[in-house]
Nanobody, 125 residues
Framework: VQLQASGGGSVQTGGSLRLSCVAS????????MGWFRQAPGKERDFVGA????????YYSDSVKGRFTISRDNAKKNVYLQMDGLKPDDTAVYYC???????????????????WGQGTLVTVSS
């Protein structure tokens, strides 16, 4: 399974960006898909995830209400819509995939065996 994230860029506070992650290999509809981010000098943190079939989502408290994850199984894409961006959202954003036999949300980096290369989001004040 290979993941390719895109859509990062530079925006001002309050702006929006939409990240995309396309998968190749495997059965995409059976993956729980997660988004993580890593700010400079910090650990990689969970942002949110979407379940494999029902599309159930879960978000970290820091992005809840501002970020939205969706997926298109036919296109093998998962999206991260980011609105109301803040300077604290500046980070490299990674998508990750976990083959799942149940509809579940996974929060830990170690749960995900497949990772994209990351895309940089910079939010200026």
């Amino acid at each position: 399974v290979q993941l390719q994230a895109s859509g990062g860029g530079s925006v001002q506070t309050g702006g929006s960006l939409r990240l995309s992650c396309v998968a190749s290999g495997g059965t995409f509809s059976r993956f729980t898909m997660g988004w993580f981010r890593q700010a400079p000098g910090k650990e990689r943190d969970f942002v949110g995830a979407i379940g494999r079939s029902t599309g159930s989502t879960y978000y970290s408290d820091s992005v809840k209400g501002r970020f939205t994850i969706s997926r298109d199984n036919a296109k093998k894409n998962v999206y991260l819509q980011m609105d109301g961006l803040k300077p604290d959202d500046t980070a490299v954003y990674y998508c990750a995939a976990k083959p799942s036999i149940v509809t579940a949300i996974y929060y830990s980096l170690s749960d995900y065996p497949y990772w994209g290369q990351g895309t940089l989001v910079t939010v200026s004040s």
